[in-house]
Antibody, heavy 123, light 108 residues
Framework: QVTLKESGPVLVKPTETLTLTCAVS??????????VSWVRQPPGKALEWLAH???????SYYTSLRSGLTISKDPSHGQVVLRMANVDPVDTGTYYC???????????????WGQGTPVTVSS | ESVLTQSPGTLSLSPGERATLSCRAS???????LAWYQHKRGQAPRLLIS???SRATGVPDRFSGSGSGTDFTLTISRLEPEDSAMYFC?????????FGQGTRLEIK
């Protein structure tokens, strides 16, 4: 059974670094046609893709939206970590991690999601 | 990078009616690798459709996806009250994932 669960601070001060952790189970972070992505949703707005890391360790970031992102994984602990430097109140929202699957010729899509973790950036 | 534009922004329909949601891409979607998600408040998004027209496991056959190139449609026939949600289209291309801005479906 595939599961993902996000964790991190609920409140962060402006200019600090936000660190979010996605604990995964039921699939490998180092093999298979999978990966993990971070997606966020500001209050009342659409979903925004932030970054992803594939099982191959290939990474990509939405730098046009947000610079200062770093994604990494710790396969031994089943975790994917997103770090966001120099946060601002506009970074307030719910942050989700999701599994990417691309093994069936139907494209790259998010087949499993975590429940999300709320983050507020405020002094 | 491609932009996905969804319409309408809000749709208000009655139970039993049919909903037609549109997603238009600014560039052709590679191999029709377009997905649709349902997102209810306080819940995780749920994959509905991948590859433009393939229903995900457990998704009722009232949900169907169609389209190719730059124009895609999610159709929900025989609306039920629990279909009230935001619906997002989504694609992957050139190492980037892109979401549409969403359509809010309200069931009267």
């Amino acid at each position: 059974q595939v599961t993902l669960k996000e964790s991190g601070p609920v409140l962060v001060k402006p200019t600090e670094t936000l660190t979010l952790t996605c604990a995964v189970s039921g699939f490998s972070l180092t093999s298979g046609k999978t990966g993990v992505s971070w997606v966020r949703q500001p209050p009342g707005k659409a979903l925004e893709w932030l970054a992803h890391i594939f099982s191959s360790d290939d990474k990509s970031y939405y730098t046009s939206l947000r610079s200062g992102l770093t994604i990494s994984k710790d396969p031994s602990h089943g975790q994917v970590v997103l770090r966001m430097a120099n946060v601002d109140p506009v970074d307030t929202g719910t942050y989700y991690c999701a599994r990417i699957f691309y093994g069936d010729r139907k494209g790259f899509y998010f087949d499993y999601w975590g429940q999300g973790t709320p983050v507020t950036v405020s002094s | 990078e491609s932009v996905l534009t969804q319409s309408p922004g809000t749709l208000s329909l009655s139970p039993g009616e049919r909903a037609t949601l549109s997603c238009r891409a600014s560039r052709g979607v590679r191999s029709n690798y377009l997905a649709w998600y349902q997102h209810k408040r306080g819940q995780a998004p749920r994959l509905l459709i991948s590859g433009a027209s393939s229903r995900a496991t457990g998704v009722p056959d009232r949900f169907s996806g169609s389209g190719s190139g730059t124009d895609f449609t999610l159709t929900i026939s025989r609306l039920e009250p629990e279909d009230s949600a935001m619906y997002f289209c989504h694609q992957y291309g050139s190492s980037f994932f892109v979401f549409g801005q969403g359509t809010r479906l309200e069931i009267k």
